[in-house]
């Protein structure tokens, strides 16, 4: 079992940044794929990045050029770098944890264990 909690949301200007965190405990997360999705009042839940075990990355094309994600399995962690916000980034954010450590997928009935999600809002 794996209990994921995301942090950093918040309210921010267009323009502005902010860095989420998915902090996991219960299992260490190296051997595994995290992602990150978004969900918009009214919306599915969406895709956003993905890194696998050896780091390699995707992002869905709306945000690439603009977030970055990043892990630090020491501290087991998750990051996601989220630069240029725009207001239809507003969401709820999640991480997940992909148990297919070498996979970039993006669907997300392919992940295992979700957090709780964390409020992001951009002001125009």
């Known amino acids: 079992q794996v209990q994921l909690v995301e942090s950093g949301g918040g309210l921010v200007q267009a323009g502005g940044s902010l860095r989420l965190s998915c902090a996991a405990s219960?299992?260490?997360?190296?051997?595994?794929?995290m992602g990150w999705f978004r969900q918009a009042p009214g919306k599915e839940r969406g895709f956003v990045a993905v890194?696998?075990?050896?780091?390699?990355?995707y992002y869905t094309s709306s945000v690439k050029g603009r977030f970055t994600i990043s892990r630090d399995n020491a501290k087991n962690t998750v990051y996601l770098q989220m630069n240029s916000l725009k207001p239809e980034d507003t969401a709820v954010y999640y991480c997940?944890?992909?148990?297919?450590?070498?996979?970039?997928?993006?669907?997300?009935?392919?992940?295992?264990?979700w957090g709780q999600g964390t409020q992001v809002t951009v002001s125009s």
């Open positions: 890194i696998s075990r050896s780091a390699r990355t």
């Open positions: 997940a944890v992909d148990l297919d450590g070498s996979s970039l997928r993006v669907n997300t009935h392919d992940y295992d264990y």
């Open positions: 219960g299992r260490t997360l190296s051997p595994y794929a």
